[in-house]
């Protein structure tokens, strides 16, 4: 019986509900997420086992030697080793041995072992994915609410291919990210950008076939799997994407590397540094190495210690106080010279905030780098309620006619629901917001999609005009029909309401007038 969804993400919310005792909620992604990846290799490895066992019947005629070799080459896709787990013999770091000696003291110790030995017997694909494993020291997380984890994870059906499909696996590890976020605050920001705002930027550089795609900030790896789950959506191979991302958090970046691998995309590489003072990604000569789509939510107004020299500056160098341009920068450096785009979400300050950001804000848009602003609602985040706006470039001289020589602004600050804790955009926001993106037609303030369809209102301004404007990129500067209509639409209802009075009093006097002079037949 096939696997549901909701099935497995109850269970694993089970395994999770037990920390409540040990750590706030901030804290479970640290301990969940190592052991339910430990238990998909687990019983990923032992299905594969198994089938090896059936389909070569008895081992008699082979050595160990051979029977590894054809285990590993047509069976496993990775090593689980033989460790100590006690003082007699040896074991494998398996999920399954370590839960049967569960009762033992130093729990602990032992799922250490275990973690940290297979990311030694497999370095080209789980080195330091584990992260630094803190929490499984005694002072930190005792034996017993270990254990009682452990026995409700246990309960989970089991996590191999052959009895749920990746998309439920990946679905499940989705789930927990953003039940962790609702529930951790501010520092959910760190590590998780709301699907919803991932799933507009990914749709608007739509990423193709083969292509690169790379994220500078990757935190939990949600931009690099949104870009080849909308290939799979429409048709294409999203595994067939190269994903690259860079993670300043180790732990986090541990995060990033088991979530891609629990929807099976295996063909990326993350890599843990500053990336903004250690860029990993380079070419030969040092510089950054250069890619079609790249996506970003970096962290908001980070304070840095600015370049001195660096070919990224281009324009100027970002102020001490905030990194916002820099990661901007960056971007750039880092696009293909013949297809690249970048999309990146950003506080709205970036679009207005003078002295050093404006001249690098004027280089950008003089070099014809910036293709839009889309000015997003407030609180759409975990960790900010102030609004934001997503800039979309093109590396120099790719746009499309239509869109040379100046940067088309939308405003989507009124798309959105409702949300507990904070605003939501729907489906239909996501879409129409593409859909204006896409559109090339603005017309008194109204935008209309191919198909008809109403849109955010948007409007493409000339570079002249921004370069008129002090490089001010403020949407409400550029489009100011929508936010106008609504401020006065009380007014306008008010003296609509008193016309239409004193209308029907200038008719009733009107037709009192004419019946007193005898006419009548007068038809209103």
Known sequence: MAVTQQEIENR?????????????????ASVVFPLMFWKYLSDTWEHHHQEFLVENGSLADLSAEEAHEIEYRDYQQFEIPFIHLDTFQKRRALWSAVLATIAQPGLGKRVRASLQAIETANP???SRLFGSMTWAAEEVLSGEVLAAVMRAMDRTPKMHEGNMSHDVLGGAYEYLLKRFSDGSGTRAGQFFTPRE???????????????????????????????????????????????????????????????????????????????????????????VKQFDVIVANPPYSLKWKPWTTDPRARGGVAPQSTADWAFVQHMIASMDPEKGRAGVVLPNGVLFRGGQEGAIRQRVIDDDLLEAVIGLPANLFYNTTIPTCILVFRARGTKIDE??????FIDASKRFAKGKNRNVLTEGDIASTVAAYHSR??????????????VPVAEFVPASEIAANGYDLNVSRYIKQFTAEEADLPTLIK?????????????????????????????D
């Open 495 to 523: 003296e609509y309401n008193a016309s239409r009075a004193e209308r029907q009093q200038t008719e009733q006097h009107m037709l009192a007038t004419l019946a007193g002079a005898g006419i009548e037949g007068f038809d």
């Open 441 to 454: 037609v603005a017309v008194d303030g109204t935008t209309r999609a191919p198909d008809g369809t109403d």
């Open 124 to 126: 080209d694909k789980f």
């Open 197 to 287: 705002v991932v799933e507009l930027i990914v749709e608007t550089l739509d990423p193709k076939g083969r292509e690169s795609v790379y994220d500078p900030t990757c935190g939990s790896g949600g931009m690099l799997i949104a870009s080849a789950s909308l290939l799979k959506a429409r048709g294409g191979r999203g595994y067939s994407l190269k994903l690259y991302g860079q993670e300043a958090v180790q732990d986090t970046a541990g995060v990033a590397r088991m979530n891609l691998f629990m929807h099976n995309l295996t063909q990326f590489k993350v890599e843990v540094g500053d990336t903004l003072k250690d860029p990993r990604f380079t070419k030969p000569d040092g510089s």
């Open 403 to 408: 869109r040379k020589n100046g940067v088309l």
């Open 12 to 28: 694993l919310w089970d395994a999770a509900d037990e920390l409540r005792v040990a750590m706030p909620e901030a804290q479970y």
